[in-house]
T-cell receptor, first 112, second 108 residues
Framework: DAGVTQSPTHLIKTRGQQVTLRCSPK?????VSWYQQALGQGPQFIFQ???????QRGNFPDRFSGHQFPNYSSELNVNALLLGDSALYLC???????????FGPGTRLTVL | KNEVEQSPQNLTAQEGEFITINCSYS?????LHWLQQHPGGGIVSLFM???GKKKHGRLIATINIQEKHSSLHITASHPRDSAVYIC??????????FGQGTRLTINP
């Protein structure tokens, strides 16, 4: 049984560019949450998707947007990249919104 | 002040020692998670608990809802336990709020 997968593993972009990160949830899971983890910090909640809708959002600007597909996979899009967007982006999936979350390996984004 | 505070921030111990990591939170919660993060970033969920105590192998997690405090204990610690341990709480809806993590190093 494949766990949560994320792609790409690493990504380098320049300021002002746009990026799309992808997440496939664990088999049987229907909820995907996205987190940003800056170096040396704990993860920060970006948003959660359930039934293809954004259900809850953290304190992130509108430059951060997402999508969930009918197969429950999800994308995180970040527009107009800033240096401060450099971080590890983690995806977590769960069965239902309130159950234990299982994390993917993360995508490390570097903005130059 | 952060909603979730962990202590200590860094902990170094010798193999075999009993380890305790503490987590205090300031909000009402529906669940508390203990997570392990190894270098490179991957996060593994260790426990999710809302009351009492849970045990898995050498790991024990306890929570005191009234005192808004949780502890993670590791018995007979081993160098492979070296990692960052993160406490996270579910309070406002579905989102998790994370502590800053405790970096644990177990020396042989």
């Amino acid at each position: 049984d494949a766990g949560v997968t994320q792609s790409p593993t690493h990504l380098i972009k320049t300021r002002g560019q746009q990026v799309t990160l992808r997440c496939s949830p664990k088999s049987g899971h229907d909820t995907v949450s996205w987190y940003q983890q800056a170096l040396g910090q704990g993860p920060q909640f970006i948003f959660q998707y359930y039934e293809e809708e954004e259900r809850q959002r953290g304190n992130f600007p509108d430059r951060f947007s997402g999508h969930q597909f009918p197969n429950y996979s999800s994308e995180l899009n970040v527009n107009a990249l800033l240096l401060g967007d450099s971080a590890l982006y983690l995806c977590a999936s769960s069965w239902d919104r309130y159950n234990e979350q299982f994390f993917g390996p993360g995508t490390r984004l570097t903005v130059l | 002040k952060n909603e979730v505070e962990q202590s200590p921030q860094n902990l170094t111990a010798q193999e075999g020692e009993f380890i305790t990591i503490n987590c205090s939170y300031s909000v009402g919660i529906s669940a508390l998670h203990w997570l392990q993060q190894h270098p490179g970033g991957g996060i593994v969920s260790l426990f999710m608990l809302s009351s009492g105590k849970k045990k898995h192998g050498r790991l024990i997690a306890t929570i005191n809802i009234q005192e808004k405090h949780s502890s993670l204990h590791i018995t007979a610690s081993h160098p492979r336990d070296s990692a960052v341990y993160i406490c996270a709480v579910r309070s406002d809806g579905q989102k998790l709020v994370f502590g800053q993590g405790t970096r644990l190093t177990i020396n042989p």
